[in-house]
């Protein structure tokens, strides 16, 4: 169920009709690059584990939205090989690989040693010849040290792998706060905040997690201090308490009211001692605050046009424009880490709810065409170029501004409302 619907259940307010979508039309261009193609052949050392390490690679290089494995059947040796000899290069070059990997993992005592070698395939330039070395039960560490170094040192990009993504995971009956590492990694339930959570969100330097609960029956808003798990109550006014959003400061957060009647956002001070600021002033439902890495912009999605769209408020003078026009249903707006950009969900032609990019000026609007069965909540990756979102099967995905990979980052189902963190350290 979509979190905007959930939402308007619990406040008995309906969005008109969503029947008569506008069709859309995909008119941004690639943002991006070509992905490069790697050719990494089977991992060296114990079998089993070699495997496990070579498929965690294997997943992350598609994740990281820059690289694309190619098919080993493909390969003139398919290994396991943990060393790329010079003399091998054109065997690489003949099937189209702009990098070559190779590697061997051993295990020592309660230790793993990941042997990790890349060559630049046309230069044979060695991107990277390093020994990363984890414990035996997180190798995954090592693999992502691995796939950043590689993002770095080859084609320039930020690291995404030392983020995490927290999410509402439904177990039985019970929605509890997940986290994980980016790629589905050292998941773990953080217990403490009830039964039945919504709406989790980062604050800037994550550090906290804002959620809401209905610990008390009611759905008020806590926060979560990462470190030491302690759980404050920050907001509990009669009615709602929902879609927390931190600003960039991390001493504010802007959220949804409806202590005063109709569902409003309002800003509100972490210290406490303060009242609510109200932001927003409509007969209609405002709900979904984002607000822009410089803290000048508030995007939200309002029914104040008739049905659910995405509008932008200057903070400074609150003067509000409306973002999106295309379509009958938008929602869920959240700034890029960049701020030159807004993802939404968007109730496409198909008659399904996609993901949407549109420019903060309400141009080149584009919508990615993700699972194909439903996707929401999306959320960027810390350097901006990557989008996370749920599925209506439960799971996590990951893919590009080109929509030309998808790559599913948890297996299990139950996963909602995903929230990408900043880089953590």
């Keep these: 169920m979509k979190k905007i619907l959930s939402l308007m259940i619990v406040l008995a307010v309906v969005f008109p009709s969503v029947l008569g979508a506008q069709r859309v039309h995909i008119d941004i261009e690639a943002r991006g690059f070509k992905r490069m193609k790697v050719a990494m052949p089977a991992f060296a050392g114990p079998k089993e584990l070699a495997d496990s390490v070579w498929s965690q690679c294997a997943k992350d290089l598609e994740i990281t939205g820059a690289f694309s494995l190619l098919d080993p059947k493909g390969y003139i040796n398919p290994g396991p090989i943990s060393f790329i000899e010079p003399g091998t290069l054109k065997d690489w070059a003949l099937i189209g690989a702009d990098y070559a990997v190779a590697a061997r993992v051993e295990r020592q005592g309660a230790q793993v040693n990941l042997a990790v070698q890349a060559v630049e395939v046309s230069t044979a330039r060695a991107v990277l010849n390093t020994v990363y070395t984890t414990k035996a039960d997180s190798v995954h560490r090592g693999v992502h040290a691995f796939m950043d170094a590689l993002m770095q040192k080859a084609l320039g990009l930020e690291p995404i792998f030392s983020s995490k993504i927290v999410a509402v995971q439904k177990v039985s009956k019970k929605k509890q706060l997940y986290t994980m590492w980016c790629d589905g990694t050292g ?70 009211l409806s202590k005063d009647g109709d569902p409003e956002i309002y800003i509100a001070p972490l210290g406490g001692g303060t009242a609510p600021e109200r932001l927003t002033r409509s007969w209609a439902t405002d709900i979904s605050p984002s607000i822009s890495p410089d803290g000048r912009k508030l995007a939200f999605c309002s029914s104040r046009a008739g049905t659910p769209q995405i509008y932008v408020m200057d903070l400074v003078t609150k003067k509000v424009e409306r973002l999106t026009f295309q379509g009958s249903y938008n929602s869920e707006p959240v700034f890029s880490p960049k701020g030159d950009m807004i993802a939404f969900i968007h109730l496409a032609e198909d008659r399904r709810f996609h993901i949407a990019l549109i420019k903060t000026d309400g141009t080149r609007m584009k919508v990615l065409p993700g699972t194909g069965r439903g996707d929401e909540s999306p959320t960027f990756s810390p350097d901006g170029r990557l989008v996370a979102f749920s599925s209506s099967d439960g799971n996590i ?15 299990t189902g139950g996963f909602t409302e995903p929230c990408w963190s900043p880089l953590m350290e």
Aim: with cysteine.
């Design 187 to 256: 998941g773990a339930a953080i217990k403490g905040g009830g039964d039945l959570v919504l709406n989790p969100a980062w604050s800037f330097d994550g550090k906290k997690i804002a959620f809401v609960s209905y610990w008390k029956n009611n759905p008020d808003l806590y926060i979560l201090d990462v470190r030491t798990y302690k759980v404050e109550l920050f907001s509990s006014h009669k009615g709602i308490n929902v879609t927390p959003c931190f600003d960039p400061t991390g001493t504010r957060i802007a959220y949804t």
């Design 397 to 411: 995905y990951v893919t590009d501004f080109m929509g030309t990979s998808v790559v599913r980052v948890t297996d």
